[in-house]
């Protein structure tokens, strides 16, 4: 199947800076990718749809000035989380793909100190 | 809007044995799409079965089957000759119209050796 790659794998940073995070089609275009957030041994919550060229759209109660989300290319989307706060702390796992099969990055661990 | 439930957060089964997980949904679309996510402690998602509502037959991928009940809105997964690599959290998922996935709460399945 299709290749989602997702960096970094985890990553520890500061409370009051920002983190980014990178999801890649490595082997087909994407002009729509999905960023969710999940807490231990929970599911698997939408927070929003990246749209390549034009602006992301996100779901009820997600704010989208702290969580930005840029698709610039076909292959690329990034969330960056500014400001972070320890509440903040999760994991976030983007998808890609086929209408009828999601390909899933495999996750970034946010941890904020 | 769509919801999606798992009752049964644990499952335990003994090696080569059967175990069913169950799953009810709730929509007003008539045509839409239903998933069985796997996420091992690697916390990558893979997909284990899909099944399209307008189809009748129930899908089946080896050792996975599912027993889909479009009236009474439910979409059961029978894992047959259980494997220590199944043990994972499952996940139900139903796509939306604009290709967005809803997740169930989830089901912990242990292979018991």
């Known amino acids: 199947g299709a290749v989602v790659s997702q960096h970094p794998s985890w990553v520890i940073c500061k409370s009051g800076t920002s983190v980014k995070i990178e999801c890649r089609s490595l082997d087909f275009q994407a002009t729509t990718m999905f960023w969710y957030r999940q807490f231990p041994k929970q599911s698997l919550m939408l927070m929003a749809t990246s749209n390549e060229g034009s602006k992301a759209t996100y779901e009820q109660g997600v704010e989208k000035d702290k969580f930005l989300i840029n698709h610039a290319s076909l292959t690329l989307s990034t969330l960056t989380v500014t400001s972070a706060h320890p509440e903040d702390s999760s994991f976030y796992i983007c998808?890609?793909?086929?209408?009828?099969?999601?390909?899933f990055g495999q996750g970034t661990r946010l941890t904020v100190v | 809007a769509q919801t999606v439930t798992q009752s049964q957060p644990e499952m335990s089964v003994q090696e080569a044995e059967t175990v069913t997980l169950s799953c009810t949904y709730d929509t007003s679309e008539s045509n839409y799409y239903l998933f069985w996510y796997k996420q091992p402690p690697s916390r990558q998602m893979i997909l284990v079965i899909r099944?399209?509502?307008?189809?009748?037959q129930n899908a089946t991928e080896n050792r996975f089957s599912v027993n889909f009940q479009k009236a009474a809105k439910s979409f059961s997964l029978k894992i047959s000759d259980s494997q220590l690599g199944d043990t994972a959290m499952y996940f139900c998922?139903?796509?939306?119209?604009?290709?967005?996935?809803?997740f169930g709460a989830g089901t912990t399945v242990t292979v018991r050796a």
């Open positions: 998808s890609a793909g086929q209408p009828l099969e999601a390909f």
């Open positions: 099944q399209e509502a307008y189809k009748q």
């Open positions: 998922a139903f796509m939306r119209h604009d290709y967005k996935l809803s």
